[in-house]
């Protein structure tokens, strides 16, 4: 159906043969839409012959376009047709590379603005120094906006024959330059292969001569009309050693694969930086996707990962802090006539929390952001606020005010209602400090989580909750386990008090986070709204215990103080942040530095990390920064390169997601040879990176 419109339409707009213009005998010929010239790069014709170029140049009006060789889904490329003298040849139009270009639910090839087709022309020897030569050409295009209207002219150019070479046409010395520049090289920097499969024709490219290229935001524009879908985006992927793009199939290739023709595609590689080179594409094996792996791991194994991943969540270091504070709350709700709906209250906190993250990662990444676990923290303002939280829990703790006796539900005197709320709001705290944290199978289940409908990615995600609340569930239904918690008293007060100083820890870590994002300024300024918090928090109890109208005043002048300290912009420092001791060996990460080494033959090591990450700094200091692992660094001539993700950082969120991963940690090992690299897990040990360099004995 589809080709059956599109060759209706080019019919239709070519039969409107009442808006063509004809423009004979001239050098220029203008209509309503486009001023067509035809030109000469040189002021003269060589005696000796040789070879110059001639070239028809189109201005067009604004939001009117012109078409390429391939005009796309509609329309018709440029027609030259020269009448030269005897002798002279013309090849044929070397195109510059196209641009695609939206026209209703279809999209073309083409041109808009101007572009310079240019011809080049033999001219023979024996040529006589004065005498005159006219060079003729009768042009023909399809111009297109609202609607399509075809062109003509006929046009020539009258040139002297000099005995020197001809001196060059300044008028139009910078618009052949440009369109030189823009025509595709005829060399072959990429090996290139496609394949069909499915729904999708995938085109792979695998430079040879600038290792370095990832073919980031690289487009195709095959010279056969209907190979691909033209309006369809093309997005490149780093695959292997190379990238991909892979785009639905055009209607020609389904009706030629149908009959078993297809063996290459022919077409023009535009990348980045508007370099182009003709390539040729021959039917072969292509890697498959990491995304695409990662989708087809069954649903209920991916439900399971995410369970495991967050029953091992609980280990981590992060998240230490706040499950103390649920111990002491299942001490006192599990001498209640119903601890289980303290646990249901958790795991709904924790649930909930899990789900917003979910909506807000799947609308930042509709919006075409890098976002992925622990995306907050990359939020200089979401870091203090998280300071600022943690600070006010521990304040909370050391008794400065009461607030529902706690927001934990720990505190002597705490209502029913009260002690729900606040067990739901510590499961919310502990999705939200857990964030700095990756655990096994957590990366295998959100990468699936990331390749399917938005309901499966919130499932996942559930999933993911679940295995984090379930050890606290569990325990508040099993009234054995219940018997074995020791009886309440007031030595609860005290640890309660205590329980503050890991709140204080866990702040202090984060204004170190802050200090690797912000300038000295603006980390100063949060320290300080720090200071003006703890001061609010003590008059807020000074306010609850003695009614006073100074303390409740001071209160609202503190706390707006620490609001407004942290509200002011806080970016303006983009560091590296230097991993633990690493002896001097680490080098930041680049797409560029890693295609550098990997192609001297050297074996390289990757460390994806961030400051925020904790389990990136566990493994730093235990295992990459220990001595011997320094040592087998140099004595293997392993190259150490670390991918600071604190901030944004686009070439790492590209490198993750070509390994299926959505956060830190990510540590790869590439051996010497230019192999694909060795994924190690996300807890290192000492012994496990010996091993990998090759040194352990």
């Not at 003298?85 to 044929?92: I, K, L, M, N």
């Not at 055009?250 to 030629?256: A, E, K, Q």
């Not at 379930?470 to 609860?492: D, E, T, Y």
């Amino acid at each position: 159906m589809t080709s059956v419109l599109t060759r209706l339409l080019t019919a239709l707009t070519l039969a409107a043969a009442m808006g063509a213009s004809v423009a004979r005998a001239a050098d220029v010929a203008t209509t309503p839409r486009v001023e067509a010239r035809l030109v000469s790069e040189v002021i003269g014709i060589p005696a000796a012959g040789g070879t110059i170029s001639f070239a028809l140049h189109q201005r067009m009006q604004p939001q009117w376009h012109t078409y390429w060789r391939n005009p796309g889904e509609s329309g018709e490329p440029t027609t030259l047709s020269w009448t030269l003298p005897p002798g002279f040849v013309a090849s044929d139009i070397k195109w510059p590379h196209p641009e695609r270009i939206p026209f209703g639910e279809l999209a073309n090839y083409g041109f808009s603005e101007q572009i310079l087709l240019r011809s080049e022309v033999t001219v023979p020897a024996g040529l006589r120094p004065g005498d005159i030569v006219t060079v003729k050409v009768d042009a023909a295009w399809l111009v297109c906006k609202d609607i399509c209207v075809p062109e003509q002219a006929s046009l020539d150019l009258t040139l002297p024959v000099v005995a020197t070479d001809p001196a060059p046409n300044p008028e139009w010395r910078q618009a052949f330059a440009a369109s030189r520049a823009r025509e595709p090289s005829s060399s072959a920097p990429f090996e290139t292969r496609f394949s069909l499969g499915g729904e999708a024709v995938t085109l792979y490219f695998v430079p040879t001569q600038d290792l370095m290229e990832r073919g980031l935001r690289a487009q195709f524009f095959p010279y056969t009309k209907g190979l691909i879908k033209a309006s369809a985006l093309q997005v490149s992927e780093p695959r292997g050693a190379g990238f991909a793009i892979a785009v639905p199939p055009g209607w020609r290739l389904r009706d030629v694969e149908r009959r078993g023709e297809i063996d290459k595609i022919d077409g023009v590689l535009v990348l980045a930086g508007g370099k182009s080179y003709e390539v040729s594409l021959q039917r072969g094996g292509v890697p498959a996707s990491p995304t695409a792996a990662a989708s087809q791991m069954p649903l209920v194994q991916a439900i399971l990962f995410a369970i495991l991943g967050g029953l091992i969540l609980n280990l981590m270091p992060c998240v230490f802090p706040i499950l103390s504070m649920k111990a002491l709350a299942l001490v006192k709700s599990g001498h209640t006539e119903r601890p289980w709906i303290d646990g249901i209250a958790y795991l709904l906190g924790v649930m909930t929390t899990f789900a917003g993250l979910a909506g807000a990662l799947l609308w930042l990444r509709s919006t075409g952001e890098d976002a992925g676990w622990g995306f907050q923290l990359q939020s200089p303002l979401s870091v203090a606020v998280l300071a600022y939280v943690l600070a006010l829990i521990g304040f909370n703790l050391s008794g400065l005010f009461q607030f529902g006796s706690s927001l934990q539900g720990a505190g002597e005197g705490l209502s029913r209602q009260g002690g729900l709320i606040g067990t739901f709001f510590t499961g919310v705290l502990a999705v939200v400090v857990a964030a700095p944290c990756t655990a096994p199978f957590m990366g295998a289940a959100m990468s699936y989580a990331f390749t399917q409908p938005a309901a499966i990615t919130i499932a996942i995600f559930l999933a993911l909750g679940f295995g984090l609340a379930l050890p606290w569930v569990v325990f508040s239904f099993s009234p054995a386990l219940i018997r074995l918690l020791p009886k309440p008293g007031a030595w609860m007060e005290r640890f309660k008090q205590f329980l503050a100083f890991p709140m204080y820890g866990a702040a202090v870590w984060l204004v170190w986070v802050l200090s690797q994002q912000v300038s000295p300024e603006g980390l100063f300024r949060v320290m300080i709204g720090i200071v003006c918090l703890a001061l609010a928090a003590w008059a807020f109890g000074m306010a609850q215990t003695r009614r006073s109208a100074a303390s409740g005043i001071l209160f609202v002048i503190a706390f707006a103080a620490a609001i407004a300290l942290v509200t002011v912009p806080l970016e303006g420092k983009k560091t590296e942040f230097e991993p633990a001791a690493v002896g001097g060996l680490a080098q930041p990460y680049t797409a560029a530095r890693l295609a550098g080494f990997r192609a001297q033959g050297k074996p390289v090591f990757v460390n994806l990390t961030a400051a925020w990450c904790v389990s990136c700094l566990y493994n730093e200091k235990v295992a990459l920064a220990s001595p011997k692992v320094l040592a087998a660094f140099k004595s293997a001539n392993t190259t150490y390169l670390v991918g600071d993700w604190t901030n944004q950082n686009p070439e790492i969120s590209s490198l993750l997601r070509q390994h299926a991963r959505d956060g830190v940690p990510l540590y790869l090992y590439y051996p010497a040879g230019g192999l694909e690299p060795e994924i190690l897990p996300q807890i290192l040990t000492e012994s496990l990176m010996l091993k990998t360099l090759g040194t352990s004995k």
